[in-house]
């Protein structure tokens, strides 16, 4: 089945910095990926679609300057936290274009 | 927009013994996929059993299977002989047209030797 890398795994940012999370589909091509967020004892939320060399697209609530996702290629989507603050703090995790196969997750803290 | 709704925050279960995990979706979908994954504390998301709307037998995958009530719109996932490595969150999930996940609020499963 479907292979997805994400990196890094873990990650601590001091607040106001940029912070960014890669998303791989190792063995497929991927013309769509999925970001979530986890806040932690709370559940997956999505956060954005992202499409392969055109614009993502945000789900309501999520602030489109503040994460900034490129896909610029087949296999790679990244996630960009710009300036982070303790409230970003939380557990982002991305799917390939199957929609159910999911990376391993990146667990962000803002100091 | 779909929803999915886990109404146990918490199950507890004997090891060895059977345990049932509820889960109920609104969707105006006709054909799609549920899902339910385990989150350990690594928080890795591990897919344990996945139904087809279309399809009307009950996936099965080992010590897993779900009940499927496709016109109620119940998806429950039962876990045979529990072993101490079942113990985890469970999250039960809608897959849309559009491959977006839809996840319900979970349900934290322990498991007492």
């Known amino acids: 089945g479907a292979v997805v890398s994400q990196h890094p795994s873990r990650v601590i940012c001091k607040s106001g910095t940029s912070v960014k999370i890669e998303c791989r589909s190792l063995?497929?091509?991927?013309?769509?990926m999925f970001w979530y967020r986890q806040f932690p004892k709370q559940s997956l939320m999505l956060m954005a679609t992202s499409n392969e060399g055109s614009k993502a697209t945000y789900e309501q609530g999520v602030e489109k300057d503040k994460f900034l996702i490129n896909h610029a290629s087949l296999t790679l989507s990244t996630l960009t936290v710009t300036s982070a603050h303790p409230e970003d703090s939380s557990f982002y995790i991305c799917s390939a274009s199957d929609g159910y196969t999911f990376g391993s997750g990146t667990r962000l803290t803002v100091v | 927009a779909q929803t999915v709704t886990q109404s146990q925050p918490e199950m507890s279960v004997q090891e060895a013994e059977t345990v049932t995990l509820s889960c109920t979706y609104d969707t105006s979908e006709s054909d799609y996929y549920l899902f339910w994954y385990k989150q350990p504390p690594s928080r890795q998301m591990i897919l344990v059993i996945r139904q087809e709307a279309y399809k009307q037998q009950n996936a099965t995958e080992n010590r897993f299977s779900v009940n499927f009530q496709k016109a109620a719109k119940s998806f429950s996932l039962k876990i045979s002989d529990s072993q101490l490595g079942d113990a985890a969150m469970y999250f039960c999930?809608?897959?849309?047209?559009?491959?977006?996940?839809?996840f319900g609020a979970g349900t934290r499963l322990t498991v007492k030797p």
């Open positions: 063995d497929f091509q991927a013309t769509t």
């Open positions: 999930a809608h897959l849309g047209n559009n491959n977006d996940m839809r």
